[in-house]
């Protein structure tokens, strides 16, 4: 922990934190198998303290891995987060679901019935997603996202893709799937905590200039 508090102490004297005014709450995805010496946690760590900082809350799934990460950056920085969780029963037959970390530091908990509705929730709570790097159930997210975002494109919620190998995702998307103009003008491909609240601001100013009206539904 002693790393990720000097990472945030860095953070903290280079980063511009201007917040969106009309942007409040800014979810997180990744990979829930994330340990702390992983580059993708210490990505999480780093974005989710930016975000506090710059007065966002974080919302995660409440598990381990990035959302831990996420949870815990957006802590040190002073910040909140909402944790979106899920208990499956045992009979239920889900053996590889992570459920509810304890050492997920949130403030508020929002309890599911099922992953589905997990996933739904969390797409309600954030007003912006920042996707990391992870394996199916993250890739479903973002496939949940990215589909939402065309189906309201004009007032929806923009997606934020964390790292430079997913120009190399969406470039192979782009080249095999029949996709249409809109669906990618819905998300931005970012590689630092900086460029994520840039991206997040430039979201503001479509609000502003009536290019966008995601907060009139």
Same mark, same amino acid.
């Given at each position: 922990m002693e790393t990720l508090l000097k990472i945030w102490r860095k953070l903290d004297n280079h980063l511009e934190t201007e917040k969106a005014p009309s942007i409040s709450q800014v979810a997180i995805f990744g990979f829930a198998d994330a340990k702390p010496g992983d580059k993708v946690y210490h990505a999480a760590f780093e974005v989710a303290s930016a975000l506090a900082k710059a007065g966002y809350t974080v919302v995660d799934g409440g598990g381990p891995g990035v959302m831990e990460a996420a949870?815990? =950056?957006?802590?040190?920085? &002073? =910040?909140? $987060? $909402? &944790?979106?969780?899920?208990?499956?029963?045992?009979g239920d037959g889900v053996d590889n679901f992570e459920g509810r970390d304890p050492n997920n530091p949130i403030d508020k908990e929002i309890k599911t019935e099922s992953y589905v509705e997990r996933t739904l929730t969390l797409m309600k709570e954030g007003? $912006?997603?920042?996707?990391f790097n992870g394996a199916s159930g993250t890739m479903s997210e973002f496939a949940m996202a990215w589909g939402l975002a065309r189906l309201y494109f004009g007032h929806h919620k923009p997606l934020i893709l964390y790292g430079k190998f997913w120009k190399k995702i969406m470039k192979a998307l782009k080249n095999n799937l029949l996709l249409r103009p809109e669906e990618a003008r819905v998300y931005k491909i970012v590689d630092s905590p900086r460029?994520?609240?840039k991206a997040i601001r430039e979201f503001e100013k479509e609000i502003s200039r009536g290019e966008h009206k995601h907060l009139e539904t």
């Open positions: 949870s815990r =950056g957006a802590k040190v920085a &002073g =910040g909140k $987060v $909402v &944790g979106v969780t899920f208990y499956p029963d045992p007003q $912006v997603y920042v996707i460029e994520v609240l």
